[in-house]
C-alpha cells in the first residue's frame, strides 16, 4: 500500500504541538493460516518530510494533553487513540531528531480474543519494543477490515480496528523503518498461534483454593483475567490481599475455609462452595498436598479433575519408582534401613521422605553410618511442608545430569514440553567444593545442554512414566536425570562449570537411561513459570487454568511454542543463604539494579523470599534457605549466559545480620 502522510495537533504543557506521520500496511504473506494480523508501520516526527506535501488529516482529538505514563487507558474503548497521542508526545521530546517507529496490529480475520494480553506474553523480553499496549478485552469479538477498506484506510480506521500497539525502541546503528522491518520478522516468529479462535469463548468460574502469599499467587488471578474467567478465592483466613479494593477486579469473591488437612477438607470444600450457590466451572490449587482433596472436592461436585489414583501415587514417591521400575526400597519408622538396602542397592543412595516436598530431607550417604543417620534425621526434622514423613525412600544414586521437565498433556498427548538443566547441588560434591550436603536448587539452565537424542529420550521415557501412573490432562512438573549420559558436568578452563562431551578417552560402554525423581501434578515454581514465558512464550498458568475447565481449543492454541524455538538461552540464578538471623538488606534485584545496572539489564525476573526485618533460617546438614532468584538471559550464546549469570551471582548482595 503507498505511504500515507498526515499530521496531528496535540496539547502539552508548553502549547500545542504537530506530529507528523506517515503510515504503510506491511503487504507481508498472511497465506499461513496460523497468521491472524496484519500491521501498520507508522513513522512519527516533530519535523515534516522533506519531501512530499501532507495529503490528509485526521480528525483526531487534539484535547489538552499531558505524558504520564505508557501505563493501560482507564477507558478501554479510547485505549488506542491514548496510546497514539502517548507516542506522538514521546516523539515531540526525542532529542535524536529522527523518526520514531511505531506498530498496529489488525486481525486479518473475525474471531474471537483468546487472551486479551497476549502481546505481552509473546513479546516479553524483545529488544525491539519498547512499550507496548493491547486495546482488546477478554473474549472480546474483533473483525477484519475487508480489501476494499485497506485501499482507503487512515488513522481513524487504524486505531478503531487495531487489537494492539508497539512503540520500536531507538538503536543508534539502525533507522526507525529497519527497526520495523526486523519487528515484522520477530512477530511473524512470535505470534503465529491461533490467539483469534473462530466461536464464542464462554464466561467460566473457578474456584481457586489459595493458601499462599500474594507473590506466590498473583500471577494466576492476572492468566484469569486476560482470559475472561472469574476467579473465587478459597482462603486460609480472615485476612487476604485479594480482599483489598485495590484488587477486587481480579476476583468476585473471596471465602473463608478451615484449610486443615485431614480427611474432612474434600467435604468442607463441597459443603463451602455449595452453600455460597455460585456455580463454578472448575476448582484448582497449586499446592502438591492440596491436589488429593481438592480433586475429591472437585470430583463430588462433577466438575473436571485428574484421576484420583494417579494423584494419590504422585504423592508417594514410592509408588512412582515402582511403576518407573527404578530400583527403590521404602523404610518406615523402626525398619532397619540397613538390612534392608543390603544386596539390592549400592552405594551411594540417595534418603528422602517418599511424601516430601522438593529439596526438603533429601541427602546423599556412602555408607552404612551414614544411611543411619540420614533416615533418622528425616524421620525426626521438621520441614516446610511435611513433618514426621510417613515413610523414606532409600534410592541409588545415578550421578548423571539432572533435570526439570515440565509437560502439558491433553487427554494424554503432549501438547508442550520442555526441558531444562538443573545444575549440580551441593550435595552432589561434583567438584569437591561442596559445603554440605544440600540439594537445594543453585542453576537451571533453559534450553537444556543434552543433545537432541537424549532430550527426546527424556521426553518420551517420562510421558511414558506419565500415562502409567494415569496423568492425563494438567501441567506436571517432573525431575529426573539421565544415567550413562555423553555429557557430564566439569569446569572449562575460564572456570564456567556446563555439561560438556564426555572425554575423549572415555567411554560410554551402556546405552543412556532415564531415571525418575518425581512428577508433581501441579505448576512448576515461581522461577519456571517466569523461565517458560521469557524462554518460550509458554504462560504454564494459564494452561492450569484452562485444563482445569476443559477448555480444550484456548489450551491447544496457548500451548505453541515461538515458531523458530526458544528466543534466548536463560537461567535461574538461585542465591543461598549462608547463615541465619534478620534479613537487613533491600531486595537482592534492587541492589544489583542501584550498584551494578549493565548486569541487571539482562535480568527479565527476580524474587527476593525475605524482607527487611524477617528472620532467615540457619543452613542445616540437608536444608539451605533461598534468598533469591533472578532470571538472567542472554541472546547471544549459552556460554555468553553462564558468563552473566556467573557475573550476576557474584554481584548479588545483600546482608543478614
Known sequence: MALKESAVTIHTTSGPATVYYSFSICSRDNSAKAKQFITVNVLLSSRKAAEGPIISSDSLPSAPYQLQSFGSSSDDSFASIDFFLRCCHASIHDSSGGPRGLKFILPSQHGYIARSDFLQQRLLDSNLVGELQTFCQPRQYVSALSTEHLAWIGMNQILAHAVGGLFAKQRPDKCATSILADLDMEMDNKLLFPWLLDRPIPRRVIGFFDNRDQASTEHMYRAAKALGIDMIVLKGGPDHWLDSVAYSSLRIETIQLDMTLDEE??????????????????LVSDLDGFSVPVAKAAAFLGLPCENLKALDICGDKYKQRMISGDPTKQVHRGDDAKAMVNGD????????PSDGVGSEGVSKVLNDAELDQAVGRAFDAQYDYISHPFAINVEEYCDGPELDVNFVLLDGKVLFAEVADDFPKAGDDTDGEATSASFKETAMVYPSGLSEEEINLVKSSLHQNMLDIGLRTGVYHVEARVGNSSKQYRRADDGLLDLMDLPANSSQPKEPNVVLMEVNPRLPGAMCLAAARSTYGIDYTALHLLLSVRDDERAKALSLPFASGPQHWSETVFILGDKGGTFTSEDVYSNLK??????????SDSHTYYTKGQ????PTADFQPWIAWLLVFSRVSRKDLLEKAKQVHEAAEYTID
Open 594 to 603: 542501584k550498584d551494578r545496572p549493565e548486569l541487571a539489564r539482562y535480568v
Open 345 to 352: 542397592l549400592e552405594y551411594p543412595m540417595v534418603v528422602k
Open 615 to 618: 528472620v532467615v533460617p540457619p
Open 265 to 282: 477438607l474434600p467435604l468442607r470444600i463441597v459443603e463451602t462452595i455449595s452453600s455460597r450457590g455460585i456455580p463454578i466451572d472448575g
